[in-house]
Protein backbone atom coordinates (compact mmCIF):
# COMPACT_ATOMS: atom_id res chain seq x y z
CA UNK A 1 0.00 0.00 0.00
CA UNK A 2 1.41 3.32 -1.51
CA UNK A 3 1.25 6.21 1.30
CA UNK A 4 -0.62 7.93 -1.34
CA UNK A 5 -3.41 5.62 -0.91
CA UNK A 6 -3.71 6.51 2.64
CA UNK A 7 -6.36 8.38 3.92
CA UNK A 8 -7.57 7.74 7.48
CA UNK A 9 -5.41 7.42 10.28
CA UNK A 10 -5.52 6.60 13.82
CA UNK A 11 -3.34 8.48 16.41
CA UNK A 12 -2.79 6.09 19.56
CA UNK A 13 -0.84 8.16 22.76
CA UNK A 14 0.20 6.29 25.89
CA UNK A 15 0.08 9.80 27.66
CA UNK A 16 1.94 7.77 30.77
CA UNK A 17 4.89 7.72 28.43
CA UNK A 18 5.26 10.65 25.74
CA UNK A 19 5.18 14.24 26.27
CA UNK A 20 1.64 16.89 25.16
CA UNK A 21 4.26 19.19 24.04
CA UNK A 22 4.56 16.71 20.90
CA UNK A 23 1.68 16.95 19.65
CA UNK A 24 1.50 19.97 17.19
CA UNK A 25 4.71 18.47 15.35
CA UNK A 26 3.61 15.04 15.20
CA UNK A 27 0.35 15.68 13.54
CA UNK A 28 1.94 17.71 10.94
CA UNK A 29 4.45 14.25 10.51
CA UNK A 30 1.00 12.54 10.34
CA UNK A 31 -0.73 14.36 7.83
CA UNK A 32 2.20 12.68 4.90
CA UNK A 33 -0.17 9.72 5.57
CA UNK A 34 -3.63 11.23 5.51
CA UNK A 35 -6.26 12.21 7.56
CA UNK A 36 -5.97 11.95 11.23
CA UNK A 37 -9.46 11.61 12.16
CA UNK A 38 -8.99 9.17 15.11
CA UNK A 39 -6.99 10.91 17.95
CA UNK A 40 -7.16 8.93 21.56
CA UNK A 41 -5.11 9.83 24.22
CA UNK A 42 -4.69 6.77 27.17
CA UNK A 43 -4.07 7.19 30.55
CA UNK A 44 -5.14 7.76 34.46
CA UNK A 45 -5.68 11.32 33.94
CA UNK A 46 -6.76 11.79 37.74
CA UNK A 47 -3.05 11.84 38.73
CA UNK A 48 -1.07 14.89 39.01
CA UNK A 49 1.83 14.18 36.43
CA UNK A 50 -0.93 13.86 33.44
CA UNK A 51 -2.94 17.46 34.53
CA UNK A 52 -1.16 19.02 31.50
CA UNK A 53 -3.32 16.18 29.36
CA UNK A 54 -6.54 18.63 30.26
CA UNK A 55 -6.06 21.59 27.39
CA UNK A 56 -3.69 19.69 25.00
CA UNK A 57 -6.56 17.12 24.16
CA UNK A 58 -9.40 19.86 23.84
CA UNK A 59 -7.01 21.76 21.42
CA UNK A 60 -6.25 19.33 19.14
CA UNK A 61 -9.46 17.45 18.73
CA UNK A 62 -7.94 14.41 21.14
CA UNK A 63 -10.68 12.24 22.75
CA UNK A 64 -9.40 11.11 26.05
CA UNK A 65 -9.67 7.06 27.15
CA UNK A 66 -9.53 7.57 30.78
CA UNK A 67 -7.79 4.19 32.21
CA UNK A 68 -8.04 3.91 36.27
CA UNK A 69 -5.13 1.83 37.87
CA UNK A 70 -7.07 -1.58 38.54
CA UNK A 71 -4.15 -2.84 40.39
CA UNK A 72 -0.60 -1.37 41.37
CA UNK A 73 2.08 -2.99 39.00
CA UNK A 74 -0.76 -3.54 36.01
CA UNK A 75 -0.57 -1.41 33.21
CA UNK A 76 -4.32 -0.61 32.33
CA UNK A 77 -3.23 2.08 29.69
CA UNK A 78 -0.97 -0.51 27.40
CA UNK A 79 -4.16 -3.16 27.17
CA UNK A 80 -6.53 -0.48 26.30
CA UNK A 81 -4.42 0.84 23.45
CA UNK A 82 -3.65 -2.32 22.25
CA UNK A 83 -7.36 -3.44 22.23
CA UNK A 84 -8.95 -0.49 20.56
CA UNK A 85 -5.88 -0.44 17.59
CA UNK A 86 -6.58 -4.57 17.20
CA UNK A 87 -10.50 -3.14 17.41
CA UNK A 88 -9.65 -0.67 14.57
CA UNK A 89 -7.85 -2.79 12.39
CA UNK A 90 -9.87 -5.31 12.17
CA UNK A 91 -13.24 -3.12 11.60
CA UNK A 92 -11.15 -1.89 8.73
CA UNK A 93 -11.67 1.39 9.47
CA UNK A 94 -8.04 2.88 9.45
CA UNK A 95 -5.06 3.08 6.60
CA UNK A 96 -2.03 3.70 8.80
CA UNK A 97 -1.49 4.30 12.45
CA UNK A 98 0.51 6.56 14.63
CA UNK A 99 1.68 5.60 18.07
CA UNK A 100 3.27 7.73 20.34
CA UNK A 101 5.00 6.03 23.70
CA UNK A 102 8.79 5.44 24.39
CA UNK A 103 7.25 1.94 25.84
CA UNK A 104 9.01 -1.41 23.73
CA UNK A 105 5.67 -3.02 25.56
CA UNK A 106 4.00 -2.08 22.13
CA UNK A 107 6.70 -3.82 20.11
CA UNK A 108 4.54 -7.14 19.51
CA UNK A 109 1.51 -4.68 18.66
CA UNK A 110 3.11 -2.63 16.06
CA UNK A 111 4.58 -6.08 14.46
CA UNK A 112 1.12 -7.56 14.40
CA UNK A 113 -0.22 -4.26 12.41
CA UNK A 114 2.65 -4.55 10.07
CA UNK A 115 1.87 -7.90 9.34
CA UNK A 116 -1.58 -7.00 7.63
CA UNK A 117 0.58 -4.22 5.50
CA UNK A 118 -0.31 -0.99 7.99
CA UNK A 119 1.86 1.51 7.61
CA UNK A 120 2.98 2.49 11.44
CA UNK A 121 4.91 5.48 12.68
CA UNK A 122 6.31 5.53 15.92
CA UNK A 123 7.53 8.56 17.82
CA UNK A 124 9.09 8.65 21.45
CA UNK A 125 12.22 9.45 23.20
CA UNK A 126 15.97 8.87 22.20
CA UNK A 127 15.93 6.06 25.49
CA UNK A 128 13.16 4.37 23.32
CA UNK A 129 13.98 0.48 23.38
CA UNK A 130 15.63 -0.36 19.58
CA UNK A 131 13.75 -2.99 18.93
CA UNK A 132 10.62 -0.56 19.18
CA UNK A 133 11.94 1.67 16.93
CA UNK A 134 13.09 -1.07 14.13
CA UNK A 135 9.50 -2.77 13.94
CA UNK A 136 8.10 0.56 13.23
CA UNK A 137 7.51 2.02 9.54
CA UNK A 138 9.12 4.60 10.50
CA UNK A 139 10.38 6.08 13.72
CA UNK A 140 10.52 9.56 14.95
CA UNK A 141 11.84 11.12 18.08
CA UNK A 142 9.72 13.77 19.84
CA UNK A 143 12.22 15.88 20.99
CA UNK A 144 14.07 16.28 17.97
CA UNK A 145 10.61 17.13 16.34
CA UNK A 146 9.98 20.06 18.72
CA UNK A 147 13.75 21.51 18.01
CA UNK A 148 12.97 21.95 14.42
CA UNK A 149 10.19 23.42 14.55
CA UNK A 150 10.27 27.25 15.52
CA UNK A 151 11.23 28.39 18.84
CA UNK A 152 9.65 31.09 21.01
CA UNK A 153 10.72 34.50 18.51
CA UNK A 154 9.71 32.58 15.49
CA UNK A 155 13.11 31.68 14.39
CA UNK A 156 13.88 28.72 13.45
CA UNK A 157 15.82 26.05 15.64
CA UNK A 158 18.84 24.88 13.99
CA UNK A 159 20.26 22.23 16.59
CA UNK A 160 21.17 19.50 15.21
CA UNK A 161 22.07 15.66 16.33
CA UNK A 162 25.61 15.05 18.34
CA UNK A 163 28.92 14.37 17.07
CA UNK A 164 28.50 10.67 17.24
CA UNK A 165 25.15 10.75 16.08
CA UNK A 166 25.85 12.41 13.06
CA UNK A 167 29.03 10.13 12.22
CA UNK A 168 26.31 7.41 12.81
CA UNK A 169 24.27 9.95 9.88
CA UNK A 170 27.38 10.07 7.63
CA UNK A 171 27.65 6.13 7.70
CA UNK A 172 23.80 5.50 7.03
CA UNK A 173 23.51 8.24 3.68
CA UNK A 174 26.63 6.73 2.56
CA UNK A 175 25.52 3.48 2.40
CA UNK A 176 22.58 4.33 0.61
CA UNK A 177 24.44 6.27 -1.73
CA UNK A 178 26.98 3.26 -2.64
CA UNK A 179 23.63 0.97 -2.90
CA UNK A 180 22.09 3.92 -5.44
CA UNK A 181 22.11 3.86 -9.35
CA UNK A 182 24.36 6.25 -10.34
CA UNK A 183 25.68 7.62 -13.91
CA UNK A 184 28.82 8.52 -15.39
CA UNK A 185 29.83 11.15 -13.31
CA UNK A 186 28.80 9.38 -10.12
CA UNK A 187 25.17 11.41 -9.48
CA UNK A 188 22.34 9.29 -7.87
CA UNK A 189 19.09 11.05 -7.64
CA UNK A 190 18.49 12.15 -4.06
CA UNK A 191 14.92 10.31 -3.85
CA UNK A 192 16.42 6.92 -4.45
CA UNK A 193 19.31 7.41 -1.69
CA UNK A 194 16.57 8.54 0.82
CA UNK A 195 14.43 5.70 -0.01
CA UNK A 196 17.05 3.05 0.49
CA UNK A 197 17.78 5.19 3.57
CA UNK A 198 14.53 4.85 4.81
CA UNK A 199 14.71 1.22 4.88
CA UNK A 200 15.89 1.69 8.50
CA UNK A 201 12.84 2.57 9.82
CA UNK A 202 14.42 4.91 12.81
CA UNK A 203 15.88 7.12 9.83
CA UNK A 204 14.42 10.37 9.04
CA UNK A 205 15.88 13.36 8.57
CA UNK A 206 14.04 15.24 11.69
CA UNK A 207 15.21 12.66 14.07
CA UNK A 208 19.10 14.63 12.93
CA UNK A 209 17.41 18.33 13.64
CA UNK A 210 16.54 19.16 9.66
CA UNK A 211 13.60 19.59 7.55
CA UNK A 212 14.56 18.05 4.10
CA UNK A 213 16.78 15.56 2.66
CA UNK A 214 18.37 18.18 1.00
CA UNK A 215 18.86 20.22 3.53
CA UNK A 216 20.45 17.32 5.55
CA UNK A 217 22.83 16.39 2.68
CA UNK A 218 23.61 20.14 1.91
CA UNK A 219 25.52 19.95 5.73
CA UNK A 220 27.82 17.03 4.61
CA UNK A 221 31.22 18.06 3.04
CA UNK A 222 31.58 15.04 1.89
CA UNK A 223 28.20 14.94 -0.91
CA UNK A 224 27.38 17.56 -3.71
CA UNK A 225 23.77 18.56 -4.43
CA UNK A 226 23.25 18.99 -8.26
CA UNK A 227 19.18 20.08 -9.51
CA UNK A 228 18.64 19.28 -13.23
CA UNK A 229 16.75 20.05 -15.80
CA UNK A 230 14.22 17.07 -15.10
CA UNK A 231 13.54 18.83 -11.89
CA UNK A 232 15.38 16.11 -10.04
CA UNK A 233 17.87 16.59 -7.31
CA UNK A 234 21.02 14.47 -7.84
CA UNK A 235 23.57 13.77 -5.14
CA UNK A 236 27.62 13.25 -5.42
CA UNK A 237 30.08 11.98 -3.55
CA UNK A 238 33.24 13.97 -3.66
CA UNK A 239 35.64 11.92 -1.53
Known sequence: MSTTELKNIALLIDADNTSPQGIDPVLTVMAELGQVNIRRAYGNFAKDNLSRWDKITNKFGIRPQ???????GKNATDMAMTIDAIDLLYQGKVDGFGIMTSDSDFTPLVTR???DGILVYGFGEKKTPPAFQAVCTRFLYIDELIATTSDDN???NTKRGSKAEMVD???LVL???REAKRDDAGYAKLQ???QIA????????RNYGFKSLSELFGSLENFKLERRDDNQVYVKRLH
Not at 66 to 72: A, G, I, T
Open 198 to 205: GNRSSFDV
Open 169 to 171: LND
Open 154 to 156: GKP
Open 175 to 177: AAY
Open 66 to 72: QQFDVSK
Open 113 to 115: LRQ
Open 192 to 194: QVG
